[in-house]
Nanobody, 123 residues
Framework: QVQLVEPGGGLVQHVGSLRLSCVVS????????MSWYRHAPGKERKLVAS????????NYAESVKGRFIISRDNTNSTVYLQMNNLKPEGTAGYYC????????????????WGQGTQVTVSS
C-alpha cells in the first residue's frame, strides 16, 4: 500500500522557520522524483520545490528561492522541505507528491500524493 505521510506542519511566526517531512512507503522511493506543492484557499495548487532521485538536482518556485530547501534521504524514504524566513502568504496546505521519471510543474503529472499538512504563518 502506497503511503505518503507528512508530519511537521503548524503555526509559525513571520520570518520564522519550519521543516516539513514526507515519509514514504509502498514504492521504491529512490526511483521517484518528489515535489512539494502548496494550496491556499481560493487559489490553485502550486509547485513549491522538486527534487530528482538524488540530491543533486532541485527546482524551486521563484517565490521561495533562497528561503526554502528541498532534500531527500533515500535510506529512510523521506523528503524534507526546510522553510526559512516564512511569510504570511506562505499560509497553505502543503502536500508532497511523487512520480517516476522527471519532475513537472503541473500537479496532474503526479500520481502519488500525501494527505497534506497545514502551515499557518502569523503576521
Amino acid at each position: 500500500q502506497v503511503q505518503l505521510v507528512e508530519p511537521g506542519g503548524g503555526l509559525v511566526q513571520h520570518v520564522g522557520s519550519l521543516r516539513l517531512s514526507c515519509v514514504v512507503s509502498g514504492f521504491t522511493f529512490s526511483s521517484y522524483a518528489m515535489s512539494w506543492y502548496r494550496h491556499a484557499p481560493g487559489k490553485e495548487r502550486k509547485l513549491v520545490a522538486s527534487i530528482i532521485t538524488d540530491n543533486d538536482s532541485t527546482n524551486y518556485a521563484e517565490s521561495v528561492k533562497g528561503r526554502f530547501i528541498i532534500s531527500r534521504d533515500n535510506t529512510n524514504s523521506t523528503v524534507y522541505l526546510q522553510m526559512n524566513n516564512l511569510k504570511p502568504e506562505g499560509t497553505a496546505g502543503y502536500y508532497c507528491a511523487g512520480r517516476r521519471g522527471n519532475i513537472f510543474t503541473s500537479p496532474a503529472r503526479y500520481d502519488t500524493w500525501g494527505q497534506g499538512t497545514q502551515v499557518t504563518v502569523s503576521s
